[in-house]
């Protein structure tokens, strides 16, 4: 067995280095400077007018295509609604979107070669929003006509255009592949290394890998993970209606599993029900601060400050690592420290 | 209630907590939890546990104030 996990180590070492050498053949496009058209509106608008006042500017697609949409948007002060419509040739809606102070970008939409027309519209009143909402398709979230103030003088400074979407090569979803793969590699070493050095892990979930008492101890830890992880559902779900929507992320996501984790993990290892009857301290524990370790590495970067950890108001995407890296070494401080209170007790006892 | 039959027939057969866990297949902290009675066995650990300390099960878990 031992000989047939190094081969498998090495034929993984060996796919890993070939995928990383044609890997390397996939030229990082560097983005281009993206340049915007840009306008100076001054408008007056009048509650109750029949056409609400608008400006129309005109982009062009050079070739059939992906394309993703930038409109900014940025009035001098509060008040007024700006609305955009973006349409094709024979005057269908390609995209639309409204907003007070809005930098929007879209999706990924196909485009046909052409001239497209971006309508922008100025809206205060009422049944100006409404008018335009119904034509644009656009559902009225979180906007409320009758806060807007109506009749007023007001300098927008108006940002718009697009770019061709990027499309990857073959390379890079064989460096996806190469990244799993060498995950996997990481896994099997770390494996390896732990039982080497006499380390006993023990990851298939047997059925007899935990003893009866030790079964009721995880039932508890399983029914407590799961109401934490309702409870933090529903402390974000009621922050997210006092618009503090720091938590609505993937990040945000990832955080209540963490959560969840600590609480089933440390209701096992206070109850003496987390390591298995196949496993020994020093496995586990090598296991645990592996994790740990290696996602924190990947996080580093946001622990040092180079990159922040809120980014729009809600926690980064690529904070999860440092995330559970942090939740696996307070697993393990808890882990060691439940072991030394055994040992003392045991020696109390006379064991 | 602590569980002082079952530590004494133990300890006449020179056992210490980690050799009954290993013989009966359970966990040394469910022996301990058992002496000291915090925990319930089910009937078929009851049994094991008799069957490697050589004892009936009135012998060690049967409740004198009950």
Same mark, same amino acid.
């Given at each position: 067995?031992?000989h047939?996990g190094?081969?498998?180590i090495s034929?993984?070492?060996?796919?890993?280095l070939?995928?990383?050498?044609?890997?390397?053949?996939?030229k990082?496009?560097?983005?281009?400077?993206?340049?915007?058209?840009q306008?100076q509106?001054?408008?007056?608008v009048?509650?109750?007018?029949?056409?609400p006042?608008?400006?129309?500017y005109?982009?062009?697609?050079a070739?059939d295509g992906?394309?993703?949409f930038?409109?900014?948007?940025?009035?001098?002060k509060?008040?007024?609604?700006t609305?955009?419509?973006?349409?094709?040739?024979?005057?269908?809606p390609?995209f639309c979107c409204?907003?007070?102070?809005?930098?929007?970008?879209?999706q990924?939409i196909?485009?046909k070669?052409?001239?497209?027309?971006?309508?922008?519209?100025?809206?205060?009143?009422q049944n100006?929003v409404?008018?335009?909402l119904?034509?644009?398709?656009?559902?009225?979230?979180?906007?409320?006509p009758?806060?807007?103030?109506k009749?007023?003088?007001?300098n927008i400074?108006?940002?718009y255009?697009l770019?061709?979407?990027?499309?990857?090569?073959?390379y890079?979803?064989?460096?996806v592949?190469c990244?799993? %793969?060498?995950?996997f590699? =990481?896994?099997?070493?770390?494996?390896w290394?732990?039982?080497?050095? $006499?380390?006993? &892990?023990? *990851?298939?979930?047997?059925?007899?890998?935990?003893?009866e008492r030790?079964q009721l101890?995880?039932?508890?830890?399983y029914?407590?993970?799961f109401?934490?992880?309702?409870?933090?559902?529903a402390v974000v779900?009621a %922050?997210?209606e006092?618009? =503090?929507?720091?938590f609505?992320?993937?990040?945000?996501m990832w955080? $209540?599993?963490? &959560?969840? *984790?600590?609480?089933?993990?440390i209701?096992c290892i206070?109850?003496?029900?987390?390591?298995?009857?196949?496993?020994n301290?020093k496995g586990?524990t090598?296991?645990?601060?592996?994790?740990g370790v290696?996602n924190? %590495?990947?996080?580093?970067e946001?622990?040092?400050g180079e990159?922040?950890?809120?980014e729009?108001g809600?926690?980064?995407?690529?904070?999860v690592?440092?995330m559970?890296?942090i939740?696996?070494?307070?697993?393990v401080?808890?882990?060691?420290?439940r072991?030394?209170y055994?040992?003392?007790?045991?020696?109390e006892d006379?064991? | 209630?602590?569980?002082l039959?079952m530590k004494s027939?133990?300890?006449a057969?020179d056992?210490?907590?980690?050799d009954l866990a290993?013989?009966?297949?359970v966990?040394r902290q469910?022996?301990?939890?058992?002496e000291?009675?915090?925990y319930?066995?089910t009937?078929?650990?009851?049994?094991?546990i008799?069957?490697v300390?050589g004892?009936t099960?009135d012998?060690l878990?049967?409740?004198?104030?009950?």
């Open positions: 067995m031992m047939k190094k081969i498998l034929l993984l070492a060996l796919i890993c070939c995928f990383f050498v044609t890997g390397c053949g996939e990082t496009d560097e983005r281009e400077d993206l340049s915007l058209e306008a509106v001054a408008v007056s009048t509650d109750g007018v029949a056409a006042k608008g400006s129309v005109s982009l062009s697609v070739e992906g394309y993703t930038y409109i900014n948007c940025k009035p001098d509060e008040g007024i609604l609305g955009c419509v973006v349409y094709d040739e024979e005057d269908w390609v409204t907003g007070e102070e809005m930098q929007v970008e879209s990924n196909e485009l070669a052409g001239t497209y027309r971006v309508e922008f519209c100025y809206l205060t009143n100006d409404v008018a335009f119904k034509n644009g398709w656009v559902k009225p979230d979180k906007i409320d009758y806060t807007f103030s009749n007023g003088d007001f400074h108006l940002e255009g770019e061709k979407s990027q499309k990857h090569s073959m890079y979803y064989l460096g592949i990244g799993f %793969l060498f995950a590699l =990481i896994i099997m070493l770390v494996r290394g732990i039982l080497k050095t $006499g380390g006993r &892990i023990d *990851l298939r979930c047997k059925a007899d890998s935990y003893d030790q101890a995880r039932g508890i830890a029914k407590r993970a109401f934490a992880l309702l409870f933090y559902i779900s %922050l997210s006092m618009d =503090i929507s720091i609505m992320s993937f990040a945000g955080l $209540g599993v963490c &959560i969840a *984790l600590l609480v089933f993990v209701t206070v109850h003496d029900a987390y390591m298995s009857l196949y496993e301290a586990v090598m296991l645990i601060s592996s994790v290696l924190i %590495l990947c996080g580093f946001y622990l040092t990159k922040p950890i809120l729009d809600v926690i980064a995407a690529n904070c690592n440092l559970v890296g939740t696996f070494l307070i697993i401080v808890v882990f060691v420290g072991l030394r055994n040992k003392k007790q045991w020696e006379g064991e | 209630m602590k569980n039959k027939a133990r300890a057969l056992m210490s907590q980690q290993a013989a009966v297949n966990s469910t022996i301990n939890a058992i000291k009675g915090d319930n066995p009937i078929n650990l009851c049994r094991s008799c069957k300390l004892k099960l012998e878990f049967w409740d004198e104030e009950l």
